[in-house]
């Protein structure tokens, strides 16, 4: 384990969530044995032991190349979408795809309505794009690509399907990129959803290692029509998504329990996680997912308090228009969100937050 370093501040801290040991060494805090992580937005259950059962052959799996085109996972994916199999690209991570639809847009106008994802402009950079923050589709209009993601990544606002093919239909020769990495998340189902046949200039991101919990393995997709399909895999490296990945994908699509399981869980306890979080006197911005933001006037204070008790929540000063004003806390397991909520009414009642 890294070993904490004396007097750290929130200014320091990397621009990601989801890696606790380097939270605690960052803010010079010793890591309790038993820490929760609430920063992650990645599906907190467990996973089901018939899908891991059918999925790993170690043996085999290590020992032979990977399918390059991904065509079991891509066949399912199809399937699934109501789609043709040149409309599915597997990626490693939906990160991949992001840096492989940034390559396009070399020296170019492009935008990220915000707040959002930070690694969205951070790939836009790396290829020499020009990216200006924007905080509504109007203002986007004169952009050659817009990235935003829906469900949104850190607020959980959710824009509608028709209001963004509008945007796509007003603006034919904009490309528009929707990350929909948390769209299985939704507390309130939604049945209408973007088309991307009768949309050539739009792109849907997904990430399935959010809804399986398989963040390690790396493994998303993208939706698209079929020219954008050709063009992103023409740059994408031969066998980028590993066996392991694809075999896990497609164990875990394959349960279609799970999925009923995730919505189930999540329109149940965050509810319940919210009015644990109100209770204990912190006020919760609306949120059509699983993750929140929860105001506080001393974000600091806060996360240091919640982390010498073993629980870490996801700091915002790296998303613009937020700025450390919140922090974003996704709801896991009953009993670890009793445990946060717990902690939050010590730290109110001691007066270390409000």
């Not at 396009?104 to 959002?116: I, N, Y």
């Not at 020499?128 to 990235?147: H, K, P, R, T, Y």
Request: glycine letters at 8%; charged letters at 25%; one cysteine or more.
């Amino acid at each position: 384990m890294s070993q904490p370093s004396p007097g750290g501040t929130l200014r320091a801290l990397r621009a990601h969530g989801a890696n606790p040991e380097k939270l605690y060494a960052a803010l010079g805090i010793p890591m309790p044995a038993d820490v929760i992580d609430f920063s992650t937005n990645a599906c907190a259950l467990p996973w089901p032991d018939e899908a891991v059962g059918r999925a790993i052959d170690t043996a085999r799996l290590a020992s032979a190349y990977p399918d390059d085109e991904c065509l079991a996972l891509r066949r399912l994916i199809a399937a699934r979408e109501g789609l043709a199999l040149e409309n599915v690209l597997v990626s490693n991570g939906s990160n991949e795809a992001l840096y492989l639809l940034a390559s396009f847009f070399a020296g170019r106008r492009t935008a990220v309505l915000q707040p959002s994802y930070g690694e969205y402009a951070r790939a836009l950079r790396a290829f020499g794009a020009e990216v200006e923050d924007v905080f509504s589709l109007d203002a986007a209009g004169g952009a050659d690509l817009l990235i935003l993601s829906n469900p949104c990544n850190p607020t959980g606002a959710y824009l509608p399907p028709d209001e963004l093919a509008r945007f796509a239909a007003d603006h034919p020769d904009a490309t528009l990129a929707v990350d929909e990495a948390y769209i299985d998340f939704l507390l309130t189902r939604k049945g209408e959803r973007l088309d991307v046949r009768a949309l050539p200039n739009v792109l849907l991101l997904r990430s399935l290692t959010k809804t399986y919990h398989l963040s390690g393995a790396r493994i998303g997709y993208v939706l698209a029509g079929e020219g954008w399909i050709r063009r992103l895999g023409s740059r994408q490296p031969t066998w980028s998504v590993n066996a392991f990945a694809q075999a896990l994908a497609l164990a875990f699509m394959e349960d279609e329990g799970f999925l009923a399981r995730l919505r189930t869980h999540y329109a149940e306890e965050t509810p319940r996680l919210v009015r644990a979080v109100e209770a204990a006197g912190f006020r919760v911005r609306p949120s059509c997912v699983h993750y929140f933001l929860m105001e506080t006037e001393d974000d600091e204070a806060l996360i240091r308090g919640l982390m010498e008790r073993g629980i870490v929540v996801r700091h915002t000063r790296n998303f613009p228009g937020i700025e450390g004003r919140c922090v974003r806390i996704a709801t896991r397991t009953c009993q670890e969100d009793r445990r946060l909520a717990g902690a939050l009414r010590e730290l109110r009642e001691r007066g270390v937050c409000r």
